[in-house]
């Protein structure tokens, strides 16, 4: 039997964007300013999850469990500027309470008859959640919007895997799910609203769908130093309540009905291993279909026009000696609009070169360990320019992370330097431009950060940490 509980409390403000227009540029004149000094939002969180696990006979195991969540958000957020707004007058005030309750049983098998060995898992997924969201225009004022919702979501998925002499592994899954969803909005007309009113009462939504998700997948292994894989499968993401709450634009009737994703992939690559060295090299192609996407030009979740991710992913692994280990990585990806009015452009924010190379040592067996990565990141064009004009395209960037650390019987430690050389970079920008009026909203990054965690193991699986 096992019980688990967390609870968490987040307090964080929210600095908003550096602007860069045909006449300024905040973010070279003060990038750590902002527009939105009273902006900020808080979290309450806490779980519990607990179950019994029990072999049923030798190489089956069943595990029924279980879990509550609640969870409390508040957000707040003040007009920026003047003109025809007051300054630091209350723009939005929400406070959003989440519900959920799952129940997942399950079974775990392992099998061996002769050469051929089976490995599965198969099991029943129940969701249950209730959101309530009370949209007001500042904190004590009546709500414009109140927003209740309730979803419930059962499945049942298997997948087993079967290894032929030991070289061989297929691998066959399947999941159906049926999602129930029904979303009501209660509107006050005579609540407080701001200068730009509000959106209408939204429509009443009742849905009930049924999904389905296949994989197939194989991998052979012609001897120790060389295998291949390949694998094909369709997924599908359901619109969450987050997603289904802001869909329609500013002043428009809300009706909740986003359509679900989907998608059909394919994959296929080799690993090598020579004495101390490991590569894994693989291409992928992925078609989507109805892509969940927030707009920020309009405040709105959409689904995006059909859309196609391609490209390839390279990892290797040198161990120079039993302590020092060299590690890189290499990744081209396209994602482009494969219908609709950007037909052939790329979707913003993905980069088509990325990667990473670092070197790690064990300076004193795992007592003091120390890893060096530099992260890189490709160009791309900014959200909002699907039409790739390039104009504010989020420049490449390579940031350096180093760490040390350890561990001694129950004790661990680290000490983390993020982004070491102090970097000014982002990697998100909203271009908002028209003809003849420039407009772009990028978000900086952290510089230099310096983290220090101990923990201790206080249990056979507890951690407690110190930081």
Known sequence: MFFNIAADNLRQNLPGPRNITGTTNEYLSDPRGTNYPLDKSQRNNIAVRGGVTRNLWSGAELIVDGSLRHKDTTFATFNPFGGFFTPNDPAAYNTTTLNAVSITPRINIDQSWDDVRAKAIAGVDIYKTTYQSNRALFQGAAPIHVYDFNQTTMAIYAQPTITWRNDTDISVGGRIQHNSFHARDTYDPTAPVGPLGANPQGLPLDTN?????????????????????????????????????GMSPVLTVTNFNLRTQKSHDFEGGVRLHWDRVDVQSSVYDMYLTD??????????????????????EHTATVRITDDVRLKGSASYTRAVFRSGPFAGNDVPEVSRWSGSAGASWDIYRKYLTAEAVAHYV????????????????????????????????????SLSVQNLFNKSYYDYALDQSFPGFPFVSIYPLPGRAVRARPAIRIGRAAVREFC
């Open 209 to 245: 769908e049924t999904d389905h998700a296949t994989h197939l997948g194989i991998e052979h292994r012609f001897n120790r130093n060389f295998a291949v894989f390949a694998r094909m499968a369709e997924s599908f993401r359901v619109p969450n309540i987050d997603e289904r709450v």
């Open 291 to 312: 892509e969940l996407h927030f707009s920020p030009i309009t405040f709105a979740n959409v689904n995006l026009d059909p859309t196609r991710r391609y490209g390839m």
């Open 378 to 413: 490709g160009k791309r064009f900014a959200d909002g320019d699907e039409a790739n004009v390039g104009a504010s395209m989020i420049p490449a960037y390579t940031v350096v992370d180093l760490r040390l650390g350890g561990e001694a019987d129950r004790f661990f430690w």
